[in-house]
């Protein structure tokens, strides 16, 4: 990786390591950090620890250690034709076909997300995150511009999340971006609490991510006990009222809709017990 990729490109602060199992000391290093009972708490000591110091040990998917500068010097590398040539790079940003004839895979190409939206961008783009960190990267294909975020702190509230990068996006396109809103800016101001009562009470759980197994009022506020099968931990998350059966929560960019006796969070719809 240093000869053939980091050194070409001249990335002099990138480096594959696994500080964790290896007991590294690394100059300079942002630590990740999550979000813990109101407080922020190294990612190897928080109750993702398991998953954090498991993983450690893989390469090329995680554990690439690099910063923005360096992802500007890659950007040029490839834009420079200095590690790949323009016939193997459209290979990478080219969708990948079924046998069928069918795209297939969402866009995803050879090791790229395509995003192609005609009259705006195309885009060849990947993300990744451990708890901790995340990181979003853009080679944009018809422009020279390149959007590179790195993070080491987990977001509280994934809405927010979710606007900051929409409004990164946005301003990478040449637009005007929107302030960032938390969740509970987003809620209705003294909304309706009488129909409240008939969403309390215990749902059942299928499927996978967040599944929420029960509702119940807390001090005029409605909250969900929730199971995370990913990680194996519940928790206790308050939910703010988008409209007269639509909720959301700081930990997801999902919707809560109630109808018919019914919750649907996500991929999920569980009916109540």
């Not at 300079?28 to 109101?38: H, I």
């Not at 016939?87 to 004839?101: D, S």
């Amino acid at each position: 990786m240093q000869k053939k990729l980091f050194e070409p490109a001249g990335m002099t602060s990138t480096r594959l390591c696994h500080r964790i199992r290896d007991g590294l000391a690394i100059e300079n290093l942002a630590e990740g950090l999550c979000y813990e009972n109101g407080g922020w708490v190294a990612a190897q000591d928080s109750a993702w620890k398991d998953v954090v110091v498991s993983l450690d040990g893989s390469e090329g998917d995680g554990f690439v250690k690099s910063n923005i500068f360096d992802m500007l010097a890659w950007d040029r590398a490839l834009r420079n034709d200095t590690i790949l040539t323009k016939e193997e790079q459209a290979m990478m940003y080219t969708p990948a076909r079924l046998n069928n004839g069918e795209i297939g895979g969402g866009g995803y190409g050879f090791g790229w997300g395509i995003f192609d939206q005609e009259g705006l961008a195309r885009i060849a783009w990947h993300e990744g995150n451990l708890p901790g960190y995340l990181s979003w990267y853009g080679h944009f294909l018809d422009t020279d511009r390149v959007l590179a975020v790195l993070c080491s702190r987990d977001g509280f509230d994934a809405r927010a999340i979710e606007g900051f990068f929409n409004g990164m996006l946005t301003i990478a396109l040449g637009y005007e971006g929107q302030p960032v809103q938390l969740t509970e800016e987003m809620a209705t101001v003294d909304p309706d609490r009488s129909g409240w009562e008939s969403f309390c009470g215990a749902y059942e759980t299928k499927g996978t991510g967040y599944l929420i197994e029960k509702i119940y009022p807390e001090n005029g506020d409605l909250f969900a006990e929730i199971f995370d099968t990913e990680s194996g931990r519940r928790f206790a998350a308050r939910m703010y009222p988008f409209g007269e059966n639509t909720f959301g929560i700081r930990e997801s960019s999902d919707d809560i809709v109630f109808e018919d006796a019914c919750l649907t969070f996500g991929d999920n719809s569980c009916k109540k017990l």
